[in-house]
């Protein structure tokens, strides 16, 4: 379980770089374009499909960072019944989650060898569209590996923000008081 737990924390954070390099990509060529078009009347060749490029990896790998979170969409109409056997239930869900996120991403997987076969091409910027497709197979199968993980080690599964009953979000004052008490204790250790 350690070694699972060590797997999914440098998945984060890949998924988390990846995911910030494609947006500073996306919002580089859109902010640049807008400034080249204010200065000098006409845009960058090609920024928005740059920009939408970064969109489809912020994209699929935000589905995965959510789901890392356990903030995506899940049904919830059964959890009521289902809270005698929650532990079973809970597997079941992520196996069947991984089934089809698998799924998806062997579909992708297809597309995206039959685009490179063809050799397909994106209409403005003439770049192959395989490797696009591809972000989205590794999008699918990430989530699908992360919840294989879980339906294997369940305690490992994050929990959903409205489960965690009791916990109080602490104010603005509340927050800037806790932190200058963490300073503080930490400035009385170094002395």
Same mark, same amino acid.
């Given at each position: 379980?350690?070694?699972?737990?060590?797997? &999914?924390?440098? &998945?984060? +954070?890949?998924?988390? /770089?990846?995911?910030?390099?494609?947006?500073?990509?996306?919002?580089?060529?859109?902010?640049?374009?807008?400034?080249?078009?204010? @200065?000098?009347?006409? #845009?960058?060749?090609?920024?928005?499909? =740059?920009?939408?490029?970064?969109?489809?990896?912020?994209?699929?790998?935000?589905?995965?960072?959510? /789901?890392?979170?356990?903030?995506?969409?899940?049904?919830?109409?059964?959890?009521?019944?289902?809270?005698? $056997?929650?532990?079973?239930?809970?597997? +079941?869900?992520?196996? #069947? @989650?991984?089934? @089809?996120?698998?799924?998806?991403?062997?579909?992708?997987?297809?597309?995206? =060898?039959?685009?490179?076969? &063809?050799?397909?091409? /994106?209409?403005? &910027?003439? $770049?192959?569209? $395989?490797?696009?497709?591809?972000?989205?197979?590794?999008? @699918?199968?990430? %989530?699908?590996?992360?919840?294989?993980?879980?339906? +294997?080690? %369940?305690?490992?599964?994050?929990?959903?923000?409205? /489960?965690?009953?009791?916990?109080?979000?602490?104010?603005?004052?509340?927050?800037?008081? +806790?932190?200058?008490?963490?300073?503080?204790?930490?400035?009385?250790?170094?002395?």
């Amino acid at each position: 379980m350690r070694t699972a737990k060590t797997f &999914l924390n440098y &998945l984060r +954070i890949f998924e988390q /770089s990846l995911c910030f390099i494609a947006f500073m990509v996306m919002a580089g060529a859109l902010m640049g374009d807008v400034l080249r078009r204010e @200065f000098t009347g006409s #845009g960058w060749f090609g920024a928005p499909q =740059v920009g939408v490029v970064g969109m489809v990896v912020v994209a699929y790998m935000g589905v995965s960072l959510a /789901s890392a979170n356990g903030s995506h969409f899940r049904p919830k109409f059964a959890d009521i019944i289902l809270r005698r $056997w929650d532990r079973l239930a809970n597997q +079941i869900g992520e196996f #069947g @989650f991984a089934i @089809f996120c698998y799924f998806m991403s062997y579909i992708a997987f297809g597309v995206s =060898v039959e685009s490179f076969e &063809l050799d397909d091409v /994106s209409a403005v &910027l003439r $770049w192959p569209i $395989w490797p696009v497709q591809g972000v989205i197979v590794m999008g @699918f199968g990430l %989530v699908a590996v992360r919840h294989t993980l879980y339906g +294997i080690f %369940v305690d490992l599964r994050p929990l959903p923000l409205e /489960s965690v009953e009791g916990v109080e979000i602490a104010t603005d004052k509340e927050a800037k008081d +806790i932190t200058d008490g963490e300073q503080d204790y930490q400035q009385e250790t170094n002395r």
